[in-house]
């Protein structure tokens, strides 16, 4: 079955650690985005790629980094800057990004506890 | 600056009454308004895309309308299984916007 990937469901750091999030699509989808989901709130952009090799800063980039080696994956880091990581964090991908507008298909999802 | 607002925040229906949840959307040429559920701890589901006003889009007990302004999801003799949070999101210079969403609770 094609579909997404987030691992792990659970993580838990302490503070002052950089943890890596982990997204996988064996969708053949060219885009793929990193959002970051908080009680009360709307979905925000962190992070997306339309292609390999490329990627760019959504509305709240500070304190995170990606990369975008494969098509398949798309890595988010938590570092150590970020002042409040403690959310529920979520990838998607889509058939293509930019001009048009294609559905975005969502994975499980990472809880991130920070203390 | 792209915005959506959904309401109610919250609706408690009971099982077999009918009801709808609005979003209402401000976006410089919209491309695209899609609906999301989403069920506690997990990821958003996609369920319909709408491009253009007076589109309409049908989905078990689901429809979805689109104005120049809003969207409705219409639910239709709802089940307890239809509890879920639905999200709203529309598209416009080549981001999706959400809205906060509307927790859904069916009684039986």
């Known amino acids: 079955d094609g579909g997404i990937t987030q691992s792990p469901k659970y993580l838990f750091r302490k503070e002052g650690q950089n943890v890596t999030l982990s997204c996988e699509q064996n969708l053949n989808h060219d885009a793929m985005y990193w959002y970051r989901q908080d009680p009360g709130q709307g979905l925000r952009l962190i992070y997306y790629s339309q292609i390999v090799n490329d990627f760019q800063k959504g509305d709240i980039a500070e304190g995170y980094s990606v990369s975008r080696e494969k098509k398949e994956s798309f890595p988010l880091t938590v570092t150590s800057a970020q002042k409040n990581p403690t959310a529920f964090y979520l990838c998607a991908s889509s058939i293509q990004g930019g001009m048009g507008s294609y559905e975005q298909y969502f994975g499980p999802g990472t809880r991130l506890t920070v203390t | ?108």
């Open chain 2, 1 to 108: 600056e792209d915005q959506v607002t959904q309401s109610p925040e919250a609706l408690r229906l009971q099982e077999g009454e009918s009801s709808s949840l609005n979003c209402s959307y401000t976006v410089s040429g919209l491309r695209g308004l899609f609906w999301y559920r989403q069920d506690p701890g997990k990821g958003p589901e996609f369920l319909f895309t709408l491009y253009s006003a007076g589109e309409e889009k049908e989905k078990e007990r689901l429809k979805a309308t689109l104005t120049k302004k809003e969207s409705f999801l219409h639910i239709t003799a709802p089940k307890p299984e239809d509890s879920a949070t639905y999200l709203c999101a529309v598209e416009g210079a080549q981001k999706l916007v959400f809205g906060q969403g509307t927790r859904l609770t069916i009684n039986p």
